[in-house]
């Protein structure tokens, strides 16, 4: 298929519409997304019911709130009543008021009374990416009732691959059958026979989306039940769903550990004065921090007019102390999201880090003086007749300012996590801002030590 001829803006949309009506819907999606929104509407509009659903159900589809603007109010609400509560909740909170309410009026009481419970919960916990849309079947039913039942349902949920048993009296959840046992078990049994001996793993909905994230990862689950106070389930985390969660917010990790706001659209998508607004105020708050960079150096202004050759190394002292830090905080911060260490376990990160900061140090600082030896014995430059004692400086303040930059690198993330923010604001630049400065001091005041009564 000629992917040009496709997507001339030219054709019309309806025949643009039966071109991808029977590809895959994230194939469709991809598409869609180097369409302009009421391009991307039109050829909507021209897919079979079902698939514009399927299209709109995909959480990789760009300006979502913008396209539906362009629809109409009836097919909108058509289509946000066949999607999962969960994506209709994401997308709901990307649509500005009025439009909104117009269309919350427009659903169906079933999607209406799930979006509103699912907007209830805050944007990083498990509630807002669960689904509402999941099996369920009384404890008392055989197997050949369940799997007729799943054949009755299977269209209207998000997954059938786990299916979830309840106590008949109290509604509480008590076994997860996977539909590989079920299919294996024999009709007449009763369901829980063919369901594990083990209790069900389950999350609360208030849990961080981290914690599911590594229960689905540690036992390998296709779906997680959120159950409430009394073990009612009340909706299901997908792994599908999990997986785009994680990638959105170690996209925006990553944004934020390279000194900046998280952009919230592709970067292509963002225009130049959101930009502009995102990178500014952290580049404004690094360059005021750096110019303590500046009154640092002033303040040994006498040493550097008396020894000049200390200046050379100043590039070489504080890129070293950034890197050692900026190393320390990336691993904390992988750790801690990933539950390998706890807020408690700081002391025990000090004294790993206080050991391997101090021979990182003295590697860096051997190769140091090993290049101002080679240097001056092959005649490339001259230090001076104390250059020994400029070595001596030189290999002694990378020992501290490597062993202070992995220190304070690594208790950052700690410092940030205890006052109630996330680790990941704990930015690269920040962290070689940080140690800049107190490299420099460590600098001169160990060349005050060794080169008093010679240079200094």
Known sequence: MNEIALFDTRVDPSVLAARLSDERAPDIVEKLNDEAPEVAAAILLGLPMERAIE?????????????????????????LSGMS????????????????????????????????????????????????????????????????????????RETIY???????????????????????????DNVLSVAPG?????????????EAARLISKYDLLALPVVDAVGHVIGIVTVDDMIDAMIEKQTQDVQRFGGMEALPEPYMDIGFFTMIRKRAGWLCALFLSEMLTASAMQGFEGE???????????????SS????????????????????????????????????GIFLGAILGIIAVIR????????????????????????????????????????????????????????????????DVTGLVIYFSVALLILRGTLL
Not at 62 to 79: F, S
Not at 169 to 179: D, F, G, S, Y
Request: charged share 20%.
């Open 55 to 79: 299209v709109l159900d995909q959480p990789e589809l760009d300006c979502v709130a913008d396209i539906i603007e362009m629809l109409p109010r009836d097919r909108v609400a058509g289509y």
């Open 372 to 435: 101002i030896v080679a240097w001056q014995k092959l005649g490339l430059y001259d230090y001076g007749e104390h250059w020994p004692l400029v070595a001596a400086t030189v290999g002694a303040a990378l020992v501290g300012i490597v062993t202070f930059g992995s220190l304070s690198g690594s208790m950052l993330p700690f410092l940030l996590q205890r006052i109630g923010f996330d680790p990941a604001t704990a930015s690269a630049p920040f962290v070689a801002t940080l140690v």
């Open 198 to 210: 083990r209790r069900p793993l389950a999350v609360s909905p208030t849990a961080s989306r981290e």
């Open 162 to 188: 786990a299916i979830f048993v309840l106590d008949p009296r109290t509604r509480a959840l008590t076994k997860a059958v996977p539909l590989r046992r079920l299919i294996s078990g024999d009709p007449n």
């Open 85 to 156: 509560a969960d994506r209709v909740t994401d997308v709901f909170r990307e649509i500005e008021e009025p439009g909104r309410s117009d269309l919350r009026a427009r659903l169906d009481a079933e999607t209406r009374g799930a979006v509103d419970r699912l907007s209830a919960y805050g944007e990083e916990t498990v509630g807002s990416l669960m689904t509402t849309e999941f099996v369920t079947v009384p404890g008392t039913w055989t197997v050949g009732q369940t799997l007729e039942h799943i054949r009755h349902v299977e269209k209207t």
């Open 321 to 356: 102390g950034g890197n050692s830090g900026s190393q320390a905080t990336s691993l904390l911060i992988r750790a801690l999201a990933l539950h390998q260490i706890r807020l408690r376990d700081w002391w025990r990160v000090a004294l790993r880090e206080l050991p391997t």
């Open 304 to 318: 550097l007019e008396k020894a000049i050759v200390l200046t050379l190394f100043i590039p070489l002292i504080m």
